[in-house]
Structures are given as structure tokens and as C-alpha cells.
């Protein structure tokens, strides 16, 4: 089974400052794809980045960017220039590849980031 | 409307009532999905339906009675209830459950609180 860790429950952050969330997971698959998601107070689930396992090259959305190492199974996000649109609780989610069988999204427990004007 | 949708947003429920949640999507998705994120909890996988099959129950309790008509809804329907179901249920789509791509799109969610 897969698990993933967020070690940080919370975190701040001054308004156009850099910031970045840790994720670590456990797996025994080769082949994966890794995710991270906000959820601001809205409740809205919304995507942020997307990883697959093969590629090396770290993904980049706008002021997101991930820092993926995989023999470390680490999957860190850093938000550049953070505003205050950006508080939210972030989770980081793990999903192997997925098959007819079902493609299970295994969730970390989230880091509330906020923040600060 | 776009994306995906759920009603009720909120939904205060005895333990004897029965209620459906509702979940549609707008996005030509073949695959939907239930999941019910507690306080303190990560989000658990309920249910998982591609192209109106169920393909998996995540060992949920029986009170709990999914339904997918066709790939664009999916029913939650609740019986019997009981106070620790109360959280916030949330669904989910995604293009396809083999070929991808594979995220996952998400409701506003149903915030179900059990009485």
C-alpha cells in the first residue's frame, strides 16, 4: 500500500516571499503519477501541478514549481511570490498508474498555508 | 455550468432520514468518484465508477449507496445514518481510468452533518 506524509501541518508565509511544502511517500511502483492540490476556505479541491514518475524534469506551473527526487521518493512544492489568493490547505497525492482496476488517489493529511499581508 | 457540481452544498440529516448527494459533470469525463474528507482525516476513497460500472467500493458501509446512471452523474444515496458520517463529501471526475490523463477534477462538496 501507498502512504504519504506531509510533515507539516501548518506554515506561513509573507505575501511575495518564497515558500515551499514537503511531501514524502512510500511505494513499491516503478511507474506513478504524484499530484499536489489546494483547497482554499471555499472547499473547492483544485489542482495545482502534476507529476508522472518517468519524467525527470521537475514540473512548472507558473509561480509552482515541484521538486521531485525519486530515489528519495520527495515531492516538495514551491510557491514563488506567494499571494494572498495562495492561502489554503495543500495536499500532496500519490496515484499509481492507473489500470481498469481503478486509479486511487492516496492522499498526504495536508499543510494549511497562509499567507501574511 | 462547468466543471463539476454538487447538491446540496449543505445537509443537516436525522439518523432515521434518508437523502441523496448529487454529482454531475460537465466535462465529458468517463470516470467519477466519491470521496468523504473528516477533520483531522485525509481524504478516503469511497467509491470509484468508470463508464457507469462500479469498479471499486472501498469497503464502505452499506449505508452508503452509490449510483451512476450514465458518465455524467453519480448519486450518493445515505440511510441510517450515524454522527461520525458527518464530513464533507466530495466527487470527483477524470478523463478516463486507463488512458488518462489522469487527474482528477473536484466538486464544491456536500458538507453532511448527522444529527
Known amino acids: 500500500a501507498q502512504t504519504v506524509t506531509q510533515s507539516q501541518p501548518e506554515m506561513s508565509v509573507q505575501e511575495a516571499e518564497t515558500v515551499t511544502l514537503s511531501c514524502t511517500y512510500d511505494?513499491?511502483?516503478?511507474?506513478?503519477?504524484l499530484f499536489w492540490y489546494k483547497q482554499p476556505p471555499s472547499r473547492q479541491m483544485i489542482l495545482v501541478i502534476r507529476?508522472?514518475?518517468?519524467?525527470?524534469q521537475n514540473a512548472t506551473e507558473n509561480r509552482f514549481s515541484v521538486n521531485f527526487q525519486k530515489a528519495a521518493k520527495s515531492f516538495s512544492l514551491k510557491i514563488s511570490d506567494s499571494q494572498l489568493g495562495d492561502t489554503a490547505m495543500y495536499f500532496c497525492?500519490?496515484?499509481?498508474?492507473?489500470?481498469?482496476?481503478?486509479?486511487?488517489?492516496?492522499f498526504g493529511e495536508g499543510t494549511q498555508l497562509t499567507v501574511n499581508p | 455550468e462547468t466543471g463539476v457540481t454538487q447538491t446540496p452544498r449543505h445537509l443537516v440529516m436525522g439518523m432515521t432520514n434518508k437523502k441523496s448527494l448529487k454529482c454531475e459533470q460537465h466535462?465529458?469525463?468517463?470516470?467519477m468518484y466519491w470521496y468523504k474528507q473528516s477533520a483531522k482525516k485525509p481524504l478516503e476513497l469511497m467509491f470509484v465508477?468508470?463508464?457507469?460500472?462500479?469498479?471499486e467500493n472501498n469497503s464502505v458501509p452499506s449505508r452508503f449507496s452509490p449510483e451512476c446512471p450514465n458518465s455524467s452523474h453519480l448519486f450518493l444515496h445515505l440511510h441510517t445514518l450515524q454522527p461520525e458520517d458527518s464530513a464533507l463529501y466530495l466527487c470527483?471526475?477524470?478523463?478516463?481510468?486507463?488512458?488518462?490523463?489522469?487527474?482528477?477534477?473536484f466538486g464544491p462538496g456536500t458538507r453532511l452533518t448527522v444529527t
Open positions: 470527483a471526475s477524470s478523463q478516463d481510468l486507463q488512458f488518462g490523463p489522469h487527474e482528477q477534477y
Open positions: 511505494t513499491s511502483e516503478s511507474n506513478y503519477y
Open positions: 507529476q508522472e514518475a518517468y519524467k525527470q
Open positions: 497525492a500519490f496515484m499509481k498508474h492507473p489500470s481498469l482496476a481503478g486509479s486511487r488517489l492516496t
Open positions: 466535462l465529458g469525463h468517463n470516470a
Open positions: 465508477y468508470s463508464l457507469e460500472e462500479r469498479v
